[in-house]
């Protein structure tokens, strides 16, 4: 079974955020990075390749496969920015419905310009998913501690 590429590094996020070549993509991302460490309170590291994380959770798949991800985090794509937001936007929908222009994958918010974003409800989705995280995250230790 191949590991897991994304690990979490002694990288600044700061020179990360720095090499970013678009001025506007590289400011919108430290404002995001910004606003996630007012609300984590986790100093952030870089999670290689290429994502600026802010604290970290373990999981277990059923098929055994495990690692380590990050709370919550921004990168840049190459036709997107990126907000990672565990575990997920299923409970959001109603949320989602006024962030502004955006689309999801699973875990992942992408949006071309943070001007796109209502930042109001930005902020409320991110403390949102470290909540609902952090709920399944002591959820699957405590059965993994009955078991």
């Not at 590429?5 to 590289?26: C, H, M, W, Y």
């Amino acid at each position: 079974m191949a590991g897991i590429k994304t690990k979490k590094t002694q990288g600044s996020v700061k020179a990360f955020l720095d090499r970013i070549e678009n001025p506007q993509i590289r400011e919108d991302c430290r404002a995001i990075a910004v606003l996630i460490d007012s609300i984590t309170q986790e100093k952030p590291k870089i999670w290689e390749p290429s994502i600026g994380g802010f604290g970290s959770y373990h999981y277990v798949y059923a098929s055994g496969r495990e690692g380590d991800w990050p709370l919550t985090g921004v990168s840049t794509r190459k036709q997107a920015i990126t907000a990672y937001m565990m575990p997920g936007f299923e409970e959001s929908k109603e949320r989602m419905a006024t962030l502004g222009k955006h689309s999801t994958g699973k875990s992942c918010l992408y949006f071309k310009r943070l001007s796109n974003i209502h930042m109001p409800m930005l902020k409320k989705l991110i403390k949102q998913s470290m909540v609902d995280i952090k709920k399944v995250v002591k959820v699957r230790a405590a059965a993994a501690w009955k078991a």
